[in-house]
């Protein structure tokens, strides 16, 4: 538990409602000496203190504790995506453009393969990986399980242990969009 984010949140949430520290004492039956240490990270409060406060306040407790979940948004603009180029055997490549920055969860790839290409060998790893088709059809290889032929906006879903290629037997580009659960960066 962080208590500098607590305090600076719950005071930020008092100033907000334009409350003295007096008005916030006199509602909560806390303190003010206690409020005002709580506010500036010199006093760890308990849970009764916490919620008399957040129920002045009219918050949820839990919000104080939400401050990792904020920290995981991540927002991505167009011209902050970090383009690779894989190539092919063929001599053709595969554009791809990560779409999340950072340590996540989850990794996500815009990926335009160009006719007549393929992925490679199978890929093998950790995590799932769902691919959505934006543009065009592809077949999914799925390694002792089934070629599916996507076509646009077609969906698949698997666990990564499953080895996996694609391949663009057609003469258009195909562009998809890959999420994986995976570090493992398509």
Not at 5 to 25: A, C, E, P
Not at 32 to 60: F, H, M, R, V, Y
Not at 134 to 154: A, I, M, P, R, T
Request: proline share 4%.
């Amino acid at each position: 538990m962080d208590i500098e984010y607590i305090g600076s949140t719950l005071k930020q949430h008092r100033v907000n409602r334009n409350m003295s520290i007096r008005d916030l004492s006199a509602i909560s039956n806390v303190a003010s000496s206690t409020i005002s240490q709580i506010e500036t990270g010199k006093n760890s409060p308990n849970l009764l203190t916490l919620k008399a406060i957040c129920d002045a306040l009219d918050i949820p407790v839990f919000s104080l504790f939400m401050q990792e979940d904020q920290s995981k948004i991540r927002l991505v603009r167009k011209q902050e995506q970090e383009p690779f180029i894989r190539n092919i055997s063929n001599g053709n490549s595969i554009k791809e453009s990560l779409i999340i920055q950072g340590k996540n969860e989850m990794y996500a790839a815009l990926v335009v393969t160009p006719p007549n290409t393929n992925s490679g060998e199978y890929s093998h790893h950790g995590g799932e990986e769902f691919v959505f088709i934006l543009e065009g059809n592809l077949v999914f290889d799925l390694e002792g399980h089934n070629k599916y032929s996507l076509q646009e906006h077609d969906t698949l879903y698997y666990p990564n242990y499953i080895g996996h290629r694609w391949e663009n037997n057609s003469e258009a580009d195909v562009k998809m969009l890959m999420v994986s659960t995976s570090p493992y960066k398509f």
